[in-house]
């Protein structure tokens, strides 16, 4: 068997060392082209130590001369700056790219491979978010596979398996309603940051643990589904399962309804990205039905989590609003984790951007950038306005 020659985006993090902890249980299936971090550049070096990449990047920090000589020992090439992420998308010879940046900078280096034919094991739901219309259409041109590394996502995929599209009545995208499902609205505004970073079943990286406190999480995984399964929003019904035991679920038009179950455990849709087309063995723990105590859903509290319909609105609108969503929302969440903005605020900075924004339907990347760069600075803008 041939292994699989892959690059990982953003290997430092939650995804990122999931990914390599997969590699790491099946060394013979993987070839580790390239690894890249932000702004840990010795855990990167470790990392090289372990997998041997050919290359290696660095997009948020500058390497001293003692971390460039370390690379250069290893026979690492060493690059720098978000551009490489792209670049090697580019250049490089391999066979899958996994995704696991958070946030904007995902997009460019996904469109890259996915116009290359390459296939793409994509955690990166922000990429989707911004440009879902042009990273679908260049996979439908080119052949390439977008493997979805969301829970949610790799779950209805996996129900999807064997199904006709036009069988399909609606997608049951379930979220766990975050650390503050329990709590009364009035509540909210007192929120800290250390609250909302306890997530109360998944750990993850910072900004997607904010997200899922102010349920955008699930909203940008509408938008997500939305490309990925090329259904409108009316087709996906969110439903709170605070157990996060059931991935998600598909309806369909004969009544009959489809689940994947499992342990809250990123490794087994990690896993199942990476080596898809095959099912891999795992020594992952197993649910235990013996001690399942029970499974509980609920449906979404939309007063309460304004994302929701944010997000929504922001599919249907179409065109650069989608993305006007995502990177108002990148900047705020990094406000509200800088302590400058209240929790409350997230949402509303967000439907100030949506409000404020000359919809573009041009939907070139180009544009779709500049509609990023746009948010980013209103919300800045408006930010600074705003009393707590
Ligand atoms: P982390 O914050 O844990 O890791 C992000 C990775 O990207 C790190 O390697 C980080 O480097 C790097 N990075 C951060 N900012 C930038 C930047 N501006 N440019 C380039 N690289 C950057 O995030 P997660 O692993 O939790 O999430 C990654 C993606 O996967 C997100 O899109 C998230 O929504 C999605 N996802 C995550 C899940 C999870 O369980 N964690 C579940 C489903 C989806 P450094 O280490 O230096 O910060
Ligand atoms: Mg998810």
């Known amino acids: 068997m041939a292994s699989k020659k892959i690059i990982i985006l953003g290997s430092t993090g939650s995804i990122g060392l999931n990914a390599l902890h997969v590699v790491e249980q099946m060394p013979e299936r993987f070839r580790v082209l390239a690894l890249t971090t932000h702004r840990q550049i010795d855990h990167l070096l470790q990392l090289a ?27 690492v090439e060493l690059r720098t700056g978000t551009e490489a992420l792209a670049a090697i998308c580019a250049e490089l010879d391999y ?24 296939s793409v094991a994509l955690a990166n739901k922000e990429a989707m978010v911004i440009g879902g219309a042009l990273v679908t259409a260049a996979a ?40 503050f499902r329990t709590w009364p609205a009035e509540d909210l505004v007192h929120v800290t940051v250390e609250q909302a970073l306890k997530h109360p079943n998944w750990n993850m990286g910072r900004k997607i643990t904010i997200d899922s406190a102010t349920m955008m999480n699930k909203g940008l995984e509408i938008i997500e589904a939305c490309w990925l399964f090329g259904l409108t929003e009316e087709k996906i019904r969110v439903v709170i399962h605070p157990q996060s035991i059931i991935h998600s679920m598909v309806a369909f038009r004969d009544g009959s309804i489809k689940a994947q179950l499992g342990l809250p455990d990123m490794r087994v849709p990690i896993q199942l990205a990476m080596t898809w087309p095959e099912r891999c063995a795992s020594a992952f723990p197993r649910l235990d039905f013996s001690t399942l105590d029970r499974l509980t859903f609920a449906p979404p509290d939309e007063a309460k989590f304004p994302a929701l319909a944010l997000a929504r609105a922001a599919i249907r609108t179409g065109g650069s609003a989608p993305a006007v969503l995502n990177a108002a929302n990148e900047a705020a969440v990094n406000l509200f984790l800088e ?18 924004h000359s919809i573009d339907s041009a939907l070139s990347a180009g544009a779709l950038l500049e509609a990023d760069h746009w948010a980013r600075d209103h919300v800045t803008e408006a930010a600074a306005h705003l009393r707590r």
């Open 140 to 179: 439908a041109a080119s052949g390439a596979e977008i493997l979805p590394i969301d829970s949610e996502h790799s779950a209805i995929w996996q129900c999807l398996m064997g199904e006709e599209k036009t069988a399909v009545e609606e997608i049951i995208l379930t979220g766990s309603g975050g650390p």
């Open 49 to 75: 130590q372990r997998h041997r990449p050919a290359l290696a990047v660095v997009t948020g920090a500058e390497p001293d001369g003692e971390q460039r000589n370390a690379f250069r020992a290893l026979g």
């Open 339 to 356: 302590e400058r903005i209240g929790f409350l605020a997230i949402a509303r900075l967000i439907d100030g951007a949506l409000q404020a």
């Open 95 to 118: 066979d899958l790219l996994v995704n696991a940046v958070v946030g904007a900078v995902g997009f460019t280096p996904t469109l890259t491979a996915v116009e290359r034919g390459r």
